[in-house]
C-alpha cells in the first residue's frame, strides 16, 4: 500500500520559511507527477504546486515567487520550502502522487 507522510509543518511568524517535505513509502514516486495542496479553515482545498518526474514545475499565482517544489527521487521525498510566509498562507498542506495517492496533511499556521 502506498503511502505518503508530510513533515516539516509548525508555527511561524510572518516573513518566516518552512520546509515541508513529503515522503512516499514505494517506487511509485518516481514515476509520479507530486503536488501540494492546501486547505484553510471553512476554505476549499486550494492547489499550491506541481512538479513532473522530468522536473517541470507549476505554481499558483498567490504563491509564485514564494514558494519552491522540489523532489528527490533517490529518497522518494518531494519538498516545498515556503519563504516570505504570510496570515493567509495558514492551512493544512497535503502532498498527492497523481491525484491519486494522498497523504494526511501538516498543519502550517503564520502569526502576524
Known amino acids: 500500500q502506498v503511502q505518503l507522510v508530510e513533515s516539516g509543518g509548525g508555527l511561524v511568524q510572518a516573513g518566516g520559511s518552512l520546509r515541508l517535505s513529503c515522503a512516499a513509502s514505494?517506487?511509485?514516486?518516481?514515476?509520479?507527477?507530486m503536488s501540494w495542496y492546501r486547505q484553510a479553515p471553512g476554505k476549499q482545498r486550494e492547489w499550491v504546486a506541481t512538479i513532473t518526474t522530468g522536473g517541470s514545475t507549476n505554481y499558483a499565482d498567490s504563491v509564485k515567487g514564494r514558494f519552491i517544489i522540489s523532489r528527490d527521487n533517490a529518497k522518494n521525498t518531494m519538498y516545498l520550502q515556503m519563504n516570505s510566509l504570510q496570515p493567509e498562507d495558514t492551512a493544512v498542506y497535503s502532498c498527492?502522487?497523481?491525484?491519486?495517492?494522498w497523504g494526511q496533511g501538516t498543519q502550517v499556521t503564520v502569526s502576524s
Open positions: 514505494t517506487s511509485i514516486f518516481s514515476t509520479s507527477t
Open positions: 498527492t502522487a497523481a491525484h491519486f495517492y
